[in-house]
């Protein structure tokens, strides 16, 4: 078993307790309602930021685990060297940054967020956040896909874990399902990790 292979197995497992920590922190800390309603979470970032900050910190965890899981499958998959696994690789680090970004530009919006700070300004930067977490979803979502069914053709990873892999991918298409793709996902990182911990590198 190679190093990278087994980074790779560490960080899907570990990309599972990061999910939970996100999940728990945007339900018990930050509210359902306010992660809907922009101007509940202009006003948790005047009056209450720490949840924000904790849910940006585990972001930015989560794209670093994400980053080397990508990798790392990559690397698994590479005796399939074809251009479809290179759009799949650019799909997984592009949902990578986009997720860094989200995390750093709203970082950046709590420092700003103050009882003074123009409102226009505020929601504009929120706005720019949403749009980059659906960009983080949706290239993750086709990351998923490609990555799925080239393993499944190859036959590189289990062929129930790849049908899983393409039901989540095709999910995260869908906004309203994304509860649903969180929790599979979860599911999908354990499986995976323990792939990659437990099996031969192929080729």
Not at 25 to 43: H, K, R, W
Not at 61 to 85: D, F, R
Request: glycine share 10%.
């Amino acid at each position: 078993m190679s190093r990278l292979q087994k980074l790779g197995g560490i960080a899907a497992l570990i990309n599972v307790t990061v999910a939970i920590a996100m999940l728990a922190v945007a339900t018990m800390l930050i509210g359902v309602a306010a992660m809907s309603d922009p101007n509940q979470l202009i006003e948790l970032a005047i009056d209450n930021p720490g949840p924000l900050l904790l849910q940006d910190g585990l972001k930015l965890i989560a794209a670093a685990v994400a980053a080397v899981l990508v990798w790392a499958l990559a690397s698994y998959l590479s005796p399939n060297n074809s251009t479809l696994l290179l759009v799949a690789i650019g799909c997984g680090f592009g949902s990578v940054v986009c997720l860094a970004g989200n995390a750093i530009l709203s970082l950046y919006t709590i420092s700003q967020a103050t009882p003074d700070a123009p409102a226009t300004f505020l929601h504009h930067l929120n706005r720019l956040i949403g749009i980059l977490a659906w960009a983080a979803i949706g290239l993750d979502g086709l990351w998923l896909l490609l990555v799925s069914g080239i393993a499944l053709k190859r036959q590189q990873l289990p062929r129930p874990l790849c049908y899983l892999g393409c039901g989540m991918g095709g999910l995260s298409l869908v906004s309203p399902l994304g509860i649903i793709v969180l929790l599979l996902s979860m599911v999908w990182s354990v499986w995976l990790g323990l792939v990659l911990l437990t099996a031969e590198p192929t080729g």
